[in-house]
């Protein structure tokens, strides 16, 4: 059974930081893609960035240049470093691993999802 626990959220002002951290368990992921979606209220959950085919990295474009993922492998452990954070990055981030080491965007294509979570981006 693989779990993916999610920390690190909270409450920032506008251009400030924040890391996020997923802790992964039940197996080891270097086979999967591992990455990190985030829903805003009343919007669909979005991708932001992934590992995919080993150490290849994908961002979205809205989070390009201000976040950062990164991992440690021996902890089975994947963190994203937000920077430059704005009132629009605020949402519940999800880890989510897929059993695939190809890329996606699309959340459907993820098999396994953590609890959430939030972060609020005050202006």
């Known amino acids: 059974q693989v779990q993916l626990v999610e920390s690190g959220g909270g409450l920032v002002q506008a251009g400030g930081s924040l890391r996020l951290t997923c802790a992964a368990s039940?197996?080891?992921?270097?086979?999967?893609?591992m990455g990190w979606f985030r829903q805003a209220p009343g919007k669909e959950r979005e991708f932001v960035a992934a590992?995919?085919?080993?150490?290849?990295?994908m961002y979205s474009q809205s989070v390009k240049g201000r976040f950062t993922i990164s991992r440690d492998s021996a902890k089975n452990t994947v963190y994203l470093q937000m920077n430059s954070l704005t009132p629009d990055d605020t949402a519940v981030y999800y880890c989510?691993?897929?059993?695939?080491?190809?890329?996606?965007?699309?959340?459907?294509?993820?098999?396994?999802w953590g609890q959430g979570t939030q972060v609020t981006v005050s202006s």
């Open positions: 989510a691993a897929r059993r695939d080491a190809r890329p996606t965007l699309l959340s459907t294509s993820y098999n396994y």
């Open positions: 039940g197996r080891t992921f270097s086979s999967y893609t």
């Open positions: 590992f995919y085919n080993g150490d290849n990295i």
